[in-house]
């Protein structure tokens, strides 16, 4: 018989969370959640992969800070209607309204520390973390009293670009132990029309 992985170990997650809302007002729609927490373990050198214990009758040895631990976590949704046009606060001509009314920008923005590093010594570090917009912008236009709506939409992933850098090479044995080698994050523009009727 081979046995495999014993049921040893802990893992111990502390966190608060922070949620705020806010209704739609003024054209206005917003959320946002707000995490802060620590992961701690002792069982990683086993269950990710590796091999073993550093000590298998001591696990405080093996005790850190796991390896999905992500101490501060932001993220932001919102809808904002543009104030312009027919019944909006500016610009209300109807020439005018026809060409401007009907905006809508929305995006989800997220801000989150890196996760630790995986060194395969006793050492621990946090990588550079994640900073991302995405972004959307559409226009609805009725027609027909407004039983049919056109909706043109334009969506950016990563709207600004921002680099998002890959994990380190964490085999201390590797001549580029340390060095980031891949990156993400890439801008992805999409565009859309939708017809309803």
């Known amino acids: 018989m081979t046995q495999f992985r014993d049921a040893v170990g802990d893992s111990v997650y502390h966190g ?29 050198e086993r269950f990710a992969g590796r091999s073993r214990f550093i000590d298998p009758n001591n696990l405080k040895l093996s005790r850190a800070i796991a390896e999905y631990d992500r101490p501060h976590l932001l993220v932001m949704n919102y809808i904002y209607e543009l104030p312009f046009g027919q019944g909006r606060t ?41 900073s ?39 085999s201390i044995t590797a001549p580029d132990f340390g060095r980031i080698s891949s990156a993400g994050g890439t801008r992805t523009v999409q565009l859309g029309l939708r017809l309803s009727y």
């Open 90 to 130: 500016w610009l209300r001509s109807r020439p005018v309204s026809r060409v401007l009314a009907n905006w809508q920008v929305s995006g989800i923005t997220t801000f989150a520390k890196g996760l630790p590093m995986v060194i395969t010594a006793p050492a621990s570090t946090q990588l550079p973390g994640v």
């Open 16 to 44: 608060f969370t922070l949620h705020v809302e806010k209704k739609t007002s003024r054209g206005l729609t917003l959320q946002a959640n707000y995490t802060i927490s620590k992961g701690i373990d002792n069982a990683q």
């Open 132 to 170: 991302n917009f995405d972004i959307g912008i559409g226009r609805n236009q009725r027609f027909h009293e407004q039983r049919i709506n056109l909706q043109f939409r334009a969506e950016l992933f990563s709207a600004f670009n921002h680099t998002q850098l890959g994990s380190p090479n964490g």
